[in-house]
């Protein structure tokens, strides 16, 4: 395949390149490279050090065997993403090129209106792209658990399943008699940031654009990914993806290691009990591959819901410290008030069941990958102090 990954600078870009590329397939990239800005902008940096993206051409020629064919563009310009797409011409477009931090987006309006500019506009010129050069290609694009918010119920993969009603009580209680049918509806979405909104839109535009255009796309729904390492990146530190600490783009379980090895207690928000589902980066890649591999047929709108499993952000907490005391750190656990707006107690049963079925399995140990993580990240211990004040939560949501 060609396969065309927008963000290919980023934590899962660079490594799936990686992936593909060992698989023998043709892999192209663009980035604007606003990620390294970003994280700079908030007082950070990328706790693995990572190369240039000239390096990275460099090593991935020596790795691969081809060349990778990049581009450095906005992918919010139409003209320029059509002429890229013309030029290419993928097979895949996994789209990846998004401000992808909550907290970042509800620090002020400036950094909500961009993310939603840069979210919304970037994916929508590319389902014109593809449209008018590209119309076979399979778009996998990123989505976010996120969307869905926490209801009080099951959470289906992106629409209702076949057989749902939607039943009304009557005056005294009981069950009507009416039944609406929902099957194969969109289910309602519950976004908690202006960052998952636009997800949300972006959601809405993927799934109009394939029943206009016939387009074939597959949304991922992806919970919060952690880890160093993937096959491709275990024996070479050159290779290093990148791995983000602070509150806004840090995502906790990452979060978590890195404050382990500096000493700070780990930020729990409130009272721990928020649930979501999480995957390590090895297993994030291995579905990207898989559902590639699967493609939909045209026309065809799918969602897979790709997490490994379901945890209380206390559980992640405590497995951190557990880690990190077998490799003979003593960790803390601080109490956080929570800057979010968040149930901190709630329901929460997403299926899953959608990858399973084209072969996924979870291979990865939650406690291995962690101490992995946090023997990486040891060797950078002095640097990272340098940045420690930038892990505290200081973005509030109110």
């Known amino acids: 395949m060609r396969v065309m990954i927008t963000g290919i600078d980023g934590y899962l870009g660079w490594p799936l390149a990686l992936r593909l590329g060992a698989l023998g397939h043709t892999v192209g990239g663009i980035d604007t490279m606003f990620r390294r800005q970003w994280v700079k902008d908030v007082g950070s940096c990328s706790a693995t050090p990572i190369l240039t993206m000239p390096q990275r051409m460099q090593l991935y020629s020596e790795f691969v065997g081809n060349r990778l064919a990049f581009w450095q563009s906005d992918l919010t310009n139409y003209q320029e993403v059509l002429k890229i797409y013309g030029e290419f011409k993928p097979d895949a477009i996994v789209y990846l090129g998004e401000q992808p931090s909550a907290p970042y987006s509800m620090i002020d309006a400036e950094q909500a209106i961009s993310t939603q500019s840069n979210n919304i506009l970037g994916t929508l010129a590319t389902l014109w792209a ?19 918010g926490t209801p009080h119920c099951d959470i289906p993969e992106g629409r209702f399943p076949k057989g749902s009603y939607w039943s009304q009580l009557t005056a005294d209680g009981t069950m009507g008699t009416t039944h609406q049918d929902l099957s194969n509806l969109i289910f309602p979405r519950c976004a908690g940031s202006w960052y998952h909104l636009t997800k949300v839109h972006d959601s809405y535009n993927v799934e109009f654009a394939c029943r206009a255009w016939n387009l074939r796309s597959t949304d991922v729904m992806q919970g919060p990914v952690y880890g160093t390492r993937t096959e491709e ?91 990190a005391n077998e490799l003979g ?65 200081k973005t509030k949501w109110r």
């Open 233 to 323: 990146l275990k024996n070479e530190d050159r290779m290093a993806t990148r791995l983000d600490f602070d509150e806004a783009f840090g995502t906790i379980i990452n979060r978590f290691c890195v404050q382990a090895v500096l000493g700070i207690p780990l930020t729990v928000y409130g009272a721990g009990g928020q649930t979501r589902g999480y995957l390590p980066l090895e297993d994030s890649i291995r579905c990207m591959v898989l559902a590639l591999e699967h493609p939909p047929q045209l026309g065809e709108y799918r969602t897979f819901n790709q997490f490994d499993r379901t945890y209380t952000i206390l559980h992640l907490a405590n497995e951190v410290v557990a880690a």
């Open 130 to 148: 593809m449209h008018r050069v590209c119309p076979k290609a399979h778009l996998l694009k990123l989505g976010t658990m996120g969307e869905y």
């Open 329 to 393: 750190i003593t960790v803390e656990i601080g109490a956080h008030e929570n800057p979010r707006i968040e149930a901190e107690h709630h329901y929460y049963n997403p299926d899953s069941s959608g990858l399973r079925a084209i072969g996924y399995h979870p291979i990865a140990c939650m406690r291995s990958v962690l101490k992995e993580m946090i023997k990486d990240i040891l060797p950078h211990e002095t640097r990272l102090q340098n940045y420690a004040d930038a892990v505290a939560p």
